[in-house]
């Protein structure tokens, strides 16, 4: 590796009867070097405690989509470059599942986690005006039936505005996003009273 981290390849030609005597030092470019990561935590310096979000700070924005006629929890996810469902909401929407010919890896935002996707679907997808057969990843997603990503809000021309609370698209029909916690009831089963 030279100084700046790139792959080198490095070649020395020597006399054979006094191979203390270099000839020829020359470095080669190796082309583009498979990507590392480098991860160094520095030490840490006292104690600091991670702030309470209050009002909605960290609430993201989540709607209902209908997937092939079925109600959809979803999130709307900027920073996914994946549009998705789970695996339990194709069974529910009797989606025809394909495996795909090249799995996909899923990565996630932190280093070393990642997951695969071996299967996807193609589906009507319905969110206010739009209508749109839409391709959706196989993937196990932990409280949402889907998340749209940015291949769907940049299709779609959707925004999101956070101050709002609002699904936008295309600047001019505004969508209320669920209030905090009213998913919950549809993504995960209610929880049965001791009688």
């Known amino acids: 590796m030279g100084e700046d981290g790139d792959a080198i390849k490095c070649t020395v030609l020597c006399c054979r009867n006094n191979t ?3 000839y020829i030092r020359a470095l080669h470019d190796m082309g583009e070097p498979a990507r590392t ?21 960290d609430m993201c924005l989540a709607g209902y989509v209908t997937i092939n006629g079925v109600k959809a ?3 709307f996810d900027s920073g ?9 909401f194709t069974q529910v929407a009797k989606l025809e599942v394909k495996k795909l010919v090249k799995p996909v890896i899923l990565q996630l935002g932190c280093s070393g986690s990642h997951s ?7 589906a009507i997808t319905e969110f206010s005006l ?23 809000l940049r299709k779609h021309g959707i925004s999101l505005d956070f101050e709002c ?13 669920l209030p ?3 998913g919950e009831a549809e993504a995960k089963p209610p929880k049965r009273h001791k009688k």
């Open 20 to 22: 203390n005597k270099v």
């Open 37 to 57: 990561y480098r991860y160094r935590m520095v030490r840490p310096n006292g104690l600091i405690e991670q702030p309470v979000r209050k009002d909605g700070e």
């Open 73 to 75: 929890f979803t999130l």
């Open 80 to 88: 996914s470059t994946t549009d998705a469902v789970s695996p339990d």
């Open 116 to 122: 695969k996707v071996n299967f996807a679907t193609t």
């Open 130 to 152: 739009i209508n749109r057969n839409t391709y959706l990843d196989i993937a196990n997603l932990d409280k949402y039936d889907c998340i749209l990503g940015t291949p769907f």
């Open 165 to 177: 609370q609002e699904i936008v698209i295309r600047g001019r029909l505004r969508i209320p996003a």
């Open 180 to 182: 905090e916690g009213e």
